[in-house]
């Protein structure tokens, strides 16, 4: 198993993306594994998106990563089950933050 922890948005000179989601974990699992292949499905993701309490739709913020797992993976490897819920706020004003737990292959 993979845990990756709680991911928020970089862009490629790391500065931090305010109000959009970035990729983040794809590179984590490249530099810590070798290569996305040695994953051999998602199990889990959990995603916090920054919003106001007004703010009902955090299935389909999160619904971005889980669309993006399965074409890396495919669907019947790259969904697993998700989490997704509002918060006030993140750490350092981003959007999103979202962690995923992997099985290895």
Known sequence: MVYVSG???LMAGRSLVKGKVGLTILPTLVANLGSLDRIGRVV???G???CPTDFVQH???INGCSELFAE???ADHGVGV???FGAGS???GVAVEIEAVF???
């Open 7 to 9: 991911h928020l948005p």
């Open 72 to 74: 890396v993976w495919g």
């Open 44 to 46: 889990k993701l959990m």
């Open 103 to 105: 099985e290895l292959a």
């Open 59 to 61: 299935p389909h913020v």
């Open 90 to 92: 993140l750490p350092l």
């Open 48 to 50: 916090l998106v920054n």
């Open 82 to 84: 998700r989490s997704a």
